[in-house]
């Protein structure tokens, strides 16, 4: 007798599920439930967006109006607007504004923004050596999961401010890796030396080439059907069409990318790219199921890049968020500083777009794309320029999760705690207590609950 799902089992431990076989099965066949495969990240953007209601600066980020997404509306009517730079997956997307977080910084704002915006609790300390006091959302999901998280970091480790976005616990927070190198090759188990395209070619030889005894023998049972054998000639092809186009690795060019990065990976010329090869990694590693969540920090905590807008390298943009040459109240004033600061917004939005591009070409566990059975959040520490504010924390969400999400639309969540997303997001995910009731993730202090208007 055969169960319905068999597995050949070759060199290594290699395995290889095969398909149903109706000519094999046994008389009573059990039915086979799984969980639901929902994958969640995090990016993190600093210093705020250029928006408008906080001084007498021009709305430049959100759509004129709150309702149904469209490609058209979001190329037509908004087109001026950040944010319709994700037109291509408008259906797909969902747009929060209307959050805020629960609790003061203490002396320094980007450091108390920073701690608080995945874990939705107090900080204990000063100024920039703040901690958080309670684990961050992507930890919560891993752990619930089982499984590791990838924390990851686009800029340099040693900074004024540097990592501070994922926690495990209280005041424990998780180192950030930033060479993208060193991140695939602990994906693929290999050591990230010089000669890593060489041992990942090594690992290409197909499954099907390691159970091929075993295949051999499973076509000679005269058992088999004439229909089965030709499905388990069409399964192997199929495998193969698979590894040769994904193989849960990334092209050649991709990898060669990487390193020549390896030694100037937190320089400020890469940042953008270090962040899009990190973004390629997650992708790939939700594709392939080797984790299910993770962050990605992009610049220090209060981002010292100088990025480039309109082809021009600019100020840092931490000083481009002041408006003011200068890190702190004073400084001459940077000409345009509300139109750069927009600029910057944009490249935001085309390293978040190219990520959903990725992800909306992998298939996903559902049938759909990858990006269906995902919901990943580009979120920031703060508000807006000046002031810096807590209130109306841009979220921007993509996909559904796996149908538990609404999406296409644009939404006010009525200036509730930020926790009330996560709840939403955790629900969202599959993950609930014991007694099947929603999780309250953050701090007991904050109101409880979820936005409801995001739920499908």
Known sequence: ??????????????TLALPFLGSLRPRTVGAEVGPKQVYSFFIRQGNGVQQGGYSDEPERFWPRELGALTKT????????????????HAEKLTFVRGTRFGFPGNGCGHSGGLNQCLTARPVTGEGKDTLATGESVDWFIARKLGVE???LMSGPQSAYLAHGLSYSGPSQLRGARNNPLAVYASLMNVGASPDLLLQIASRRKSVNDLVRVEMQELLANPALSASDRQRLDMHFQAIRDLEVGMACELPAASVQGMQELADIFEENEQRIKVADYMLELTAMA???????????????????????VDGVLQNTFHRISHRIDGDGDEGEPIPNADLLHHGIDKIFANIFKRFLDRLAAYAGPGGGSLLDDSVVIWTNDLSNGPPHSYSNVPQILAGGAGGALKTGQYLDAGNVTHNKLFNTIISAVGIKNDDGTPVEFGDPSLEPGMIDAMLA
């Open 149 to 151: 998280p990838l924390t």
């Open 286 to 308: 939700f594709a392939c199921d080797a984790t299910r969540t993770g962050t990605l920090q992009i610049g220090t905590g209060n981002d010292q890049t100088r990025y480039y």
């Open 1 to 14: 007798m055969m169960n319905r799902r068999r597995f050949l089992r070759g060199v290594g431990g290699a």
């Open 73 to 88: 509306d979001l190329e037509t009517n908004n087109s001026d607007r950040t944010l319709s730079i994700l037109a291509d």
